[in-house]
Nanobody, 116 residues
């Protein structure tokens, strides 16, 4: 079955960096667009970034453009989110997402906390 496992979250200070990873299994990873979402306390889950199956097309929410970079390694079935210049408003649980064969799949999430 499809599994998505995030890692790499933690506590960082304002301006710091983190690199999130999402290890995928149970589907042909190299054929699917992958996405990152996040959910801040008391807020709805929001789209953060996506990357095409081939890695040559990426999209970002405006609030992270220029600070976050999504990438993937199809040989390792892993998608990454490099987060630089982190701000307190980036705090939340970050989720990996894949839409595979008409089903939406989510990982368990990884907590990112940015202190001011």
């Amino acid at each position: 079955q499809v599994q998505l496992v995030e890692s790499g979250g933690g506590l960082v200070h304002f301006g710091g960096s983190l690199r999130l990873s999402c290890a995928a299994s149970g589907f042909t990873f190299s054929q699917y667009r992958m996405r990152w979402y996040r959910q801040a306390p008391g807020k709805e889950r929001e789209f953060v970034a996506s990357i095409r199956s081939t890695g040559d097309n990426t999209n970002y929410v405006d609030s992270v453009k220029g600070r976050f970079t999504i990438s993937r390694d199809n040989a390792k079935n892993t998608v990454y989110l490099q987060m630089n210049s982190l701000k307190p408003e980036d705090t939340g649980v970050y989720y990996c997402n894949a839409f595979v064969r008409t089903n939406d799949y989510w990982g368990q999430g990884t907590q990112v906390t940015v202190s001011s």
